[in-house]
């Protein structure tokens, strides 16, 4: 018996040996095979990364200081490298590295000097910390020289804004990036190097900076977050979509913190708020008055003194004129049919034109015009939106396929062509639906410019790349607005918000203007038409201090004009950073536009210069500019302890992962039962058999032998 | 002999018979709803893309048709990639982009069954994938690689249309539900 038991064990034995070495041979494959984007790895042992936010909201703008504590728990020195969201329109203008009691103050320098400056910082083995712009809302934290065991904190101190829309205010914290990728490119688990941070042609480092390593590890990115809100009123609401919050309210001021203690950071964090019925802002000028620091002052001296005085204003238009009835309005959908747009990108565009016109009330005329070498009308002018023409519309979009070149210009000059019996009353508004793969950008926007007239253009980019540049800059020269689709599935909701903001025009041909006072630089220049719910936003700067002066806000509403005044009286602020917000609002919109010239500007150089002179002088970081805290101290001694740069991972976005489908239904695993059931069979058969051969007897004698 | 062994003996007959019969029914389940699963793609295709049941029980639909000439595979892709489709053929993970459409297509299959053959595909071979709308869809091969389901993800956020094609591995393992999966990854080149 024990003979048969052996083998069936031998056999067992085997099988198994036979499944380990092919898992070994995978394992082996695994790790020497060069990996796509698509699946990703745990990075190997780096320092801990927690981090905290406290968020202050007063008024339409945020201080928060964001903690990042670098813990390293591994046996050798570390250099961490941490690359996260802000918000988009964050401007960061504090760095504080703390090493126990010790608190570093970061200074703000050239990019490229602090780069070199903390490289040579890291190899003396000084620690040292470096926070750089990657993208608008992409940083990274650089942070060397973590001893074994040691943790380092890093506070980094920026300004945002909260938005306004319909009645709500809302802030956005965005606290985990979604993966982009380079086709065929694995997610790199190597630290990235000054050598590899190649930068593309509008200066922005490339795919690598902005791609960290990413972990679905629950425990991997936690962060606590706690809001106050010096709201100066009784909120009438307050509330997250993302995250369960706890509110507590002392004297009109607000606490706003998580329930639970800690969050892991895969999806961002929103809040909003609502001032009670009848207590929403109607308009705020907020102003200050700055001399510049003395340190900022050898760069650029903003007039002798050194004084300017900076304007915040948001006008929201009274509620009644958001209750005016839909304005009747022409609408012309302008369609590009060029080969880039074959295949998918046809097939969203067609969708979201269809959408579009399906949109339309009998009171509202419509065209549509397609183009690719040559530009097409549907109708030879606009014609009332009936059952009828609509259904023509229909079949037409339908029936339009992409190929030939892109001839913007000619599709252009078709929609903007009408004839001088329009009625001004009406609002005409272009709704241009392209993946704008143009080359003569330049020509196209002059020509906007020169005969847009009561027109405004809306840009929706279609397709995986469309030229966002293009879209955006034209809808600006349009004074309209640019709505990108990147998936099919997107097409409906994306549109349905394009729409119902173009059926609620409130207020356009928007003008501010100044009494009393100088006429200040002023952001952005030419102010977009108001829809239903948006404030007029504007910031504004004069050399010197100002005195009491009046702002005229003026616009055309439902063919009339309107306008309303407003008073500015200075304010002297102090020089505390948080004294300073306007002021630095007023670069952060000042850098904005720049940046947006060096698309078209080519004096690339030039404006770099501007560019790097403002975030200097407002000690800002930008694409140009860095944060940068160095100690003194050695701490390392390179020539005894190597160092070690490890990317943290950032927590993979909340149901960006597909999972993985079985494999296999064991049919092998069934067939080896059956045959090892088989053999055991056998085996015992012929060991009966065995055993009565041996004993000479039949097998009934023996069993008779065992039982009596 | 004696009864007791002529029990054994006869129980270990049994289980290696059923054994056997449960893995021939699997076979055959896997082998004779292609017919079926068939039948359904071509009342699809001749109704405008209207997808049908392969049979009135089913739980699933069928969504594509695929068929890679390196690894002899014609076959066709159900709806969903739970067990109960995947005993019968190929299954489109939910979340994939439809065929041809801009986004990432994930097909899984038993390395027993329809994916048996895997293997065959080399780098730079052309999976064909048609579509409801009767429109065939071409993909190179770019990369094949061995993914461990324990602790790697696939990432559904795709600019660019993409197909994988996983099943288990190694191919010729004994035992089921291994972590290892065999992924043959494959950009679209045109439709």
Same mark, same amino acid.
């Given at each position: 018996?024990?003979?048969?038991?052996?083998?069936?064990?031998?056999?067992?034995?085997?099988?198994?040996?036979?499944?380990?070495?092919?898992?070994?041979?995978?394992?082996?494959?695994?790790?020497?095979?060069?990996?796509?984007?698509?699946?990703?790895?745990?990075?190997?042992?780096?320092?801990?990364?927690?981090?905290?936010?406290?968020?202050?909201?007063?008024?339409?703008?945020?201080?928060?200081?964001?903690?990042?504590?670098?813990?390293?728990?591994?046996?050798?020195?570390?250099?961490?490298?941490?690359?996260?969201?802000?918000?988009?329109?964050?401007?960061?203008?504090?760095?504080?590295?703390?090493?126990?009691?010790?608190?570093?103050?970061?200074?703000?320098?050239?990019?490229?000097?602090?780069?070199?400056?903390?490289?040579?910082?890291?190899?003396?083995?000084?620690?040292?910390?470096?926070?750089?712009?990657?993208?608008?809302?992409?940083?990274?934290?650089?942070?060397?020289?973590?001893?074994?065991?040691?943790?380092?904190?890093?506070?980094?101190?920026?300004?945002?804004?909260?938005?306004?829309?319909?009645?709500?205010?809302?802030?956005?914290?965005?606290?985990?990036?979604?993966?982009?990728?380079?086709?065929?490119?694995?997610?790199?688990?190597?630290?990235?190097?000054?050598?590899?941070?190649?930068?593309?042609?509008?200066?922005?480092?490339?795919?690598?900076?902005?791609?960290?390593?990413?972990?679905?590890?629950?425990?991997?990115?936690?962060?606590?977050?706690?809001?106050?809100?010096?709201?100066?009123?009784?909120?009438?609401?307050?509330?997250?979509?993302?995250?369960?919050?706890?509110?507590?309210?002392?004297?009109?001021?607000?606490?706003?913190?998580?329930?639970?203690?800690?969050?892991?950071?895969?999806?961002?964090?929103?809040?909003?708020?609502?001032?009670?019925?009848?207590?929403?802002?109607?308009?705020?000028?907020?102003?200050?008055?700055?001399?510049?620091?003395?340190?900022?002052?050898?760069?650029?001296?903003?007039?002798?003194?050194?004084?300017?005085?900076?304007?915040?204003?948001?006008?929201?238009?009274?509620?009644?004129?958001?209750?005016?009835?839909?304005?009747?309005?022409?609408?012309?959908?302008?369609?590009?049919?060029?080969?880039?747009?074959?295949?998918?990108?046809?097939?969203?565009?067609?969708?979201?034109?269809?959408?579009?016109?399906?949109?339309?009330?009998?009171?509202?005329?419509?065209?549509?015009?397609?183009?690719?070498?040559?530009?097409?009308?549907?109708?030879?002018?606009?014609?009332?939106?009936?059952?009828?023409?609509?259904?023509?519309?229909?079949?037409?979009?339908?029936?339009?396929?992409?190929?030939?070149?892109?001839?913007?210009?000619?599709?252009?000059?078709?929609?903007?062509?009408?004839?001088?019996?329009?009625?001004?009353?009406?609002?005409?508004?272009?709704?241009?639906?392209?993946?704008?793969?143009?080359?003569?950008?330049?020509?196209?926007?002059?020509?906007?410019?020169?005969?847009?007239?009561?027109?405004?253009?809306?840009?929706?980019?279609?397709?995986?790349?469309?030229?966002?540049?293009?879209?955006?800059?034209?809808?600006?020269?349009?004074?309209?607005?640019?709505?990108?689709?990147?998936?099919?599935?997107?097409?409906?909701?994306?549109?349905?918000?394009?729409?119902?903001?173009?059926?609620?025009?409130?207020?356009?041909?928007?003008?501010?203007?100044?009494?009393?006072?100088?006429?200040?630089?002023?952001?952005?220049?030419?102010?977009?038409?108001?829809?239903?719910?948006?404030?007029?936003?504007?910031?504004?700067?004069?050399?010197?201090?100002?005195?009491?002066?009046?702002?005229?806000?003026?616009?055309?509403?439902?063919?009339?004009?309107?306008?309303?005044?407003?008073?500015?009286?200075?304010?002297?602020?102090?020089?505390?950073?948080?004294?300073?917000?306007?002021?630095?609002?007023?670069?952060?919109?000042?850098?904005?536009?720049?940046?947006?010239?060096?698309?078209?500007?080519?004096?690339?150089?030039?404006?770099?210069?501007?560019?790097?002179?403002?975030?200097?002088?407002?000690?800002?970081?930008?694409?140009?500019?860095?944060?940068?805290?160095?100690?003194?101290?050695?701490?390392?001694?390179?020539?005894?302890?190597?160092?070690?740069?490890?990317?943290?991972?950032?927590?993979?976005?909340?149901?960006?992962?597909?999972?993985?489908?079985?494999?296999?239904?064991?049919?092998?695993?069934?067939?080896?039962?059956?045959?090892?059931?088989?053999?055991?069979?056998?085996?015992?058969?012929?060991?009966?058999?065995?055993?009565?051969?041996?004993?000479?007897?039949?097998?009934?004698?023996?069993?008779?032998?065992?039982?009596? | 002999?004696?009864?007791?062994?002529?029990?054994?003996?006869?129980?270990?007959?049994?289980?290696?018979?059923?054994?056997?019969?449960? !893995?021939?029914?699997?076979? @055959?389940? %896997?082998? *004779?709803?292609?017919?079926?699963?068939?039948?359904?793609?071509?009342? +699809? /295709?001749?109704?405008?893309?209207?997808?049908?049941?392969?049979?009135?029980?089913?739980?699933?639909?069928?969504? !594509?048709?695929?068929?890679? @000439?390196? %690894?002899? *595979?014609?076959?066709?892709?159900?709806?969903?990639?739970?067990?109960? +489709? /995947?005993?019968?053929?190929?299954?489109?993970?939910?979340?994939?982009?439809?065929?041809?459409?801009?986004?990432?297509?994930?097909?899984?299959?038993?390395?027993?069954?329809?994916?048996?053959?895997?293997?065959?595909?080399?780098?730079?071979?052309?999976?064909?994938?048609?579509?409801?709308?009767?429109?065939?869809?071409?993909?190179?091969?770019?990369?094949?690689?061995?993914?461990?389901?324990?602790?790697?993800?696939?990432?559904?956020?795709?600019?660019?249309?993409?197909?994988?094609?996983?099943?288990?591995?190694?191919?010729?393992?004994?035992?089921?539900?291994?972590?290892?999966?065999?992924?043959?990854?494959?950009?679209?080149?045109?439709?």
């Amino acid at each position: 018996m024990k003979n048969h038991l052996a083998s069936a064990t031998t056999l067992c034995l085997l099988l198994t040996c036979l499944f380990a070495h092919h898992s070994a041979l995978a394992q082996h494959f695994n790790d020497n095979e060069v990996f796509s984007g698509i699946l990703f790895f745990d990075s190997e042992a780096a320092p801990l990364v927690s981090t905290e936010a406290t968020i202050n909201v007063a008024g339409m703008l945020t201080r928060t200081r964001l903690t990042q504590t670098f813990e390293n728990n591994t046996t050798q020195w570390q250099e961490a490298i941490y690359a996260f969201p802000l918000p988009d329109d964050a401007s960061v203008d504090l760095l504080e590295m703390k090493i126990g009691d010790r608190t570093i103050n970061g200074t703000i320098k050239p990019k490229k000097q602090a780069a070199q400056e903390y490289e040579t910082a890291k190899r003396q083995g000084k620690r040292a910390s470096l926070i750089k712009q990657q993208r608008k809302n992409l940083f990274t934290t650089n942070v060397s020289n973590i001893a074994p065991g040691e943790s380092i904190v890093i506070t980094i101190g920026f300004q945002s804004s909260v938005h306004y829309d319909e009645g709500v205010f809302s802030l956005n914290f965005p606290l985990t990036i979604t993966p982009r990728y380079l086709p065929g490119q694995r997610l790199h688990s190597n630290a990235p190097t000054e050598e590899t941070l190649t930068t593309n042609a509008t200066g922005w480092a490339g795919m690598q900076a902005i791609s960290p390593p990413m972990t679905t590890a629950v425990n991997a990115a936690q962060t606590r977050i706690a809001v106050v809100i010096n709201a100066g009123i009784p909120l009438q609401t307050i509330d997250s979509d993302t995250h369960s919050i706890i509110t507590t309210q002392d004297n009109n001021v607000w606490r706003i913190e998580l329930a639970d203690t800690t969050v892991p950071m895969d999806r961002d964090f929103t809040l909003t708020w609502t001032p009670p019925l009848g207590q929403s802002p109607h308009a705020a000028v907020f102003s200050e008055t700055r001399t510049a620091l003395p340190a900022a002052l050898h760069n650029r001296s903003p007039d002798q003194s050194g004084t300017e005085s900076f304007a915040s204003i948001m006008l929201l238009p009274p509620q009644d004129l958001f209750k005016a009835s839909r304005l009747p309005r022409e609408v012309i959908f302008v369609i590009d049919t060029s080969g880039s747009m074959q295949g998918n990108s046809i097939r969203q565009a067609r969708k979201a034109l269809s959408f579009g016109i399906k949109r339309l009330s009998p009171e509202d005329t419509f065209n549509v015009i397609e183009f690719d070498n040559t530009a097409n009308a549907l109708f030879a002018i606009a014609r009332q939106a009936t059952a009828l023409n609509k259904s023509t519309a229909f079949d037409w979009v339908d029936g339009l396929y992409a190929d030939g070149g892109t001839e913007i210009a000619e599709a252009m000059k078709l929609a903007l062509k009408h004839d001088n019996q329009f009625n001004t009353r009406r609002i005409r508004q272009i709704v241009f639906v392209t993946d704008g793969s143009v080359g003569n950008e330049d020509e196209i926007f002059r020509y906007i410019n020169q005969h847009l007239g009561h027109s405004r253009l809306f840009t929706v980019g279609i397709g995986s790349a469309p030229n966002i540049w293009f879209m955006r800059k034209a809808a600006e020269t349009g004074r309209g607005s640019y709505t990108l689709i990147s998936h099919l599935h997107d097409v409906q909701d994306k549109m349905l918000q394009l729409f119902s903001k173009l059926e609620r025009p409130v207020l356009t041909d928007i003008k501010i203007s100044f009494n009393g006072v100088a006429e200040p630089e002023r952001y952005p220049a030419t102010i977009p038409d108001l829809y239903a719910g948006e404030p007029v936003l504007a910031d504004a700067r004069w050399q010197g201090a100002i005195g009491k002066g009046e702002i005229t806000i003026s616009g055309t509403h439902a063919g009339q004009a309107w306008s309303r005044q407003l008073q500015l009286l200075p304010r002297k602020t102090d020089q505390t950073t948080t004294g300073q917000q306007l002021a630095k609002r007023f670069a952060y919109r000042k850098i904005e536009s720049l940046e947006d010239s060096l698309l078209f500007d080519n004096q690339p150089d030039k404006i770099e210069q501007q560019i790097t002179d403002i975030a200097l002088t407002y000690g800002i970081v930008s694409n140009y500019t860095s944060l940068i805290a160095i100690e003194d101290k050695i701490s390392r001694d390179p020539s005894l302890h190597g160092l070690n740069a490890a990317e943290i991972p950032s927590a993979m976005p909340a149901g960006n992962t597909m999972a993985f489908p079985k494999g296999s239904l064991g049919i092998a695993w069934r067939w080896m039962l059956a045959l090892l059931f088989s053999v055991l069979a056998v085996l015992f058969g012929l060991a009966t058999l065995y055993q009565v051969r041996s004993h000479g007897h039949s097998p009934d004698q023996f069993n008779n032998q065992v039982y009596t | 002999m004696s009864k007791s062994r002529l029990w054994i003996l006869g129980g270990l007959i049994m289980m290696a018979i059923a054994a056997a019969a449960d !893995a021939s029914y699997l076979m @055959a389940k %896997a082998t *004779l709803a292609q017919h079926l699963i068939a039948r359904a793609w071509d009342k +699809s /295709l001749n109704n405008y893309g209207e997808p049908y049941k392969p049979w009135p029980w089913a739980d699933t639909v069928v969504v !594509a048709r695929l068929s890679v @000439a390196a %690894a002899d *595979l014609d076959t066709w892709v159900l709806d969903g990639s739970s067990g109960t +489709s /995947l005993a019968f053929g190929p299954g489109m993970v939910s979340g994939s982009a439809a065929p041809g459409e801009t986004g990432l297509t994930v097909i899984g299959a038993h390395r027993d069954t329809h994916f048996n053959n895997l293997e065959a595909i080399a780098v730079n071979d052309i999976i064909r994938l048609q579509d409801t709308g009767k429109r065939w869809h071409e993909y190179r091969v770019s990369h094949i690689d061995i993914a461990d389901s324990r602790t790697d993800k696939i990432v559904a956020d795709h600019t660019e249309s993409r197909l994988l094609l996983i099943t288990c591995y190694p191919f010729n393992a004994i035992l089921p539900d291994g972590p290892l999966r065999y992924v043959v990854e494959a950009q679209r080149i045109s439709s």
